[in-house]
């Protein structure tokens, strides 16, 4: 996902000023069969717990999220990355729902990842860091939610990788799920998806600084992990977002320079784009997210998808939402997923947004998409006997 | 959806019909729900288990927004998702005269439902009869209110039509309602009725 400045105009009411927590676990078994030992958690929390601990709603984030969904940090004027979803009265709606968001396992943000100390070096985990998928990351995000004393999640959803983990909570935790709202996302990923992610781990593993992963007490294979950025994010935007922002226009030059330096604005935006990600971001964990999600496979050992939600309670939601320019997770996909549903009869709407903006539209301002989202938790909230004031 | 065609939605005389026709907590399919007024009609009186199928991406949230479950998209593409016989009803209001392929719709739909409620405005309607006789034009009437050019109805039909299209379909007419603004037609329904309501089931072999 890419990052965007939002004016501060358009994002409405805030939750304002928000602190990141943590919270530590005594370990971590993984589907690899390895165990993280200690795992740490970092999340934030947005709205308030009613009395039983009914109106919880878990978001979770994309490759490159974090914890800091809405509001802001002291002292921080850029917004959490889904400000103009959650909020009073947005889509996410904080003045009645509790809701959640935690970094992933294999994060750079505060979870135990690649970047955290292992207790049996001393130093940081670098490549010693095992392997993680999406189910390892719900199963931390299980911990946290048993932690906070909810035992059932009003809701859960995310958009592109958020997305995938909403589906994985709804097919391993399904009692703990009442409803559920995939954005952007897929039931497994596609071998195109799988090659962008290759690319960009090449590009990290290329940089001569990155030193099979040991490189935290030196230089960090920024070269390389810009360029892996630079491939994403051409794949989160469309042929039309990229025509209508950039064009051909050249960048502080009136004509081509016939050499090598940057020519286009499409270049210099990219090259920023690449530039500002090795600022917050590890390269390492952009190997094990990238990793997680080319595992992800909700049918693995099923055959088919109809048979993963066989077993999913009757009265379980699902809102599946896509986007019509998203070619790096394209519609398709989602219907794929609500096909499988609908054949076990469960009670499941699909939304096609018409949008220009590919696979970013899920982060930027839609009044549609917080409308969508806002009236399904009501609903939401109906069935399972939840009343607001 | 604008407010006026909202209003006139929810005002259709066939919808009292089919909410009588629609057993108390029934699994219903409605093909090409519109905003999902019928639908919230349905969930709200006979407490069915509905989703609807619509293309038109406003008229999808506006059903999104009065808690319907609602399938965007093609309805022909969205009825292969559900396995044989997933509903006790499936719909289609007004909706049959837009589909392309009918044959292929109602097989569709008889497939995946056990009874389908199908409703049409009558081509035959005494009015659309007299536009085209006295003024030689393609008829639009309250019941066919559109331009030839500017028309979601892609097939012209009347009641009479429907019954010997399900005869040869081997579909059984399982009851009928003929309407016109007043209510029910009982006589000469081809040449007095504005629309036909049918509920239908697909024929038991020995039948055909």
Redesign the interface.
């Known amino acids: 996902m890419s990052d965007y400045l939002i004016s501060e105009k358009s994002l409405g009411a805030s939750v304002g000023e928000v602190a990141p927590q943590s919270v530590e676990f005594e370990s971590l078994p993984l589907d690899s069969g390895q165990t993280l030992a200690p795992v740490t958690i970092a999340y934030e929390t947005y709205g308030s717990l009613n009395e039983d601990r009914s109106n919880a709603v878990l978001i979770c984030h994309a490759l490159s999220g974090d914890a800091h969904a809405a509001g802001y940090h002291a002292g921080d004027d850029r917004p959490g990355w889904w400000e103009t979803m959650i909020g009073p009265r947005k889509g996410f709606d904080t003045e009645r729902f509790f809701v959640i968001c935690s970094n992933v396992i294999g994060g750079c943000k505060g979870s135990t990842g690649p970047i955290s100390i292992n207790p049996a070096t001393g130093r940081e985990y670098g490549l010693d860091f095992p392997v993680v998928t999406v189910g390892d990351m719900v199963r931390a995000q299980k911990l946290l939610v048993e932690h906070l004393g909810i035992s059932r999640l009003l809701s859960v959803s995310g958009g592109s990788m958020g997305g995938m983990q909403a589906l994985q909570w709804a097919v391993s935790y399904p009692e703990a799920v009442a409803s559920c709202i995939p954005i952007a996302a897929t039931q497994k990923h596609s071998p195109m998806q799988i090659a962008f992610n290759e690319v960009g781990r090449l590009a990290i593993m290329s940089d001569p600084n990155w030193n099979n992963g040991d490189y935290y007490r030196g230089d960090p294979p920024d070269g390389g992990l810009a360029v892996a950025r630079m491939i994403g994010h051409i794949t989160y935007l469309s042929d039309e977002s990229m025509h209508e922002k950039f064009g051909r226009r050249l960048r502080d030059k009136s004509s081509l320079g016939y050499d090598f330096t940057m020519d286009f604005e499409v270049e210099s935006y990219l090259r920023h784009q690449g530039e500002v990600f090795t600022r917050r971001f590890d390269a390492n964990t952009y190997l094990y997210v990238t990793k997680a999600l080319d595992y992800f496979d909700l049918s693995a050992g099923h055959g088919v998808l109809e048979e993963v939600f066989r077993d999913l309670p009757q009265d379980m ?1 699902f ?1 599946v939402i896509a986007f019509s320019s998203d070619w790096l997770y394209p519609p398709y996909q989602s ?1 794929e997923l ?2 499988a549903l ?2 076990n ?1 469960i ?8 949008s220009s903006f590919g696979h970013d539209a899920f982060l930027l301002e839609n009044s ?1 998409l917080t ?2 989202v806002w ?2 938790l ?2 939401t909230a ?1 069935r399972i006997g939840l009343r607001f004031d | 959806m604008p407010e006026s065609e909202e209003i006139e939605d929810r005002r259709r005389r066939d919808y009292d019909f089919i909410v009588e026709t629609v057993a108390r907590g029934a699994r219903v399919l409605d093909l090409g729900c519109g905003a999902g007024a019928l639908l919230k009609m349905l969930v709200d009186r006979r407490e069915v288990r509905g989703t609807g199928i619509e293309i038109v991406e406003d008229r999808v949230y506006a059903a999104v927004e009065k808690e319907l479950t609602v399938h965007h998209g093609d309805f022909y593409e969205g009825l292969g998702y559900y396995p044989d016989q997933s509903f006790d009803y499936v719909i289609l209001s007004q909706t049959l005269q837009q589909a392309h392929d009918t044959v292929a719709v109602l097989t569709e739909a008889l497939r995946v439902g056990q009874f389908v409620v199908a409703s049409f405005p009558n081509f035959a309607h005494w009015k659309p009869r007299l536009h085209l006789l006295f003024y030689g034009r393609a008829p639009v009437t309250r019941t066919l209110p559109y331009q030839w050019y500017d028309t979601p109805n892609v097939h012209s039909l009347s009641i009479r039509d429907f019954r010997i299209f399900a005869r040869e379909q081997g579909i059984r007419i399982v009851r009928h309602f003929y309407l016109n603004k007043r209510g029910r037609v009982r006589f000469w329904p081809n040449l007095r009725a504005g629309y036909g309501v049918f509920v239908l089931e697909r024929a038991p072999a020995a039948d055909v």
């Open positions: 939601r809102l219907k609500v096909r609908k054949g009869g009670d499941c709407s699909y939304l096609e947004m018409s549609d409308r969508m009236h399904f009501e609903a109906h």
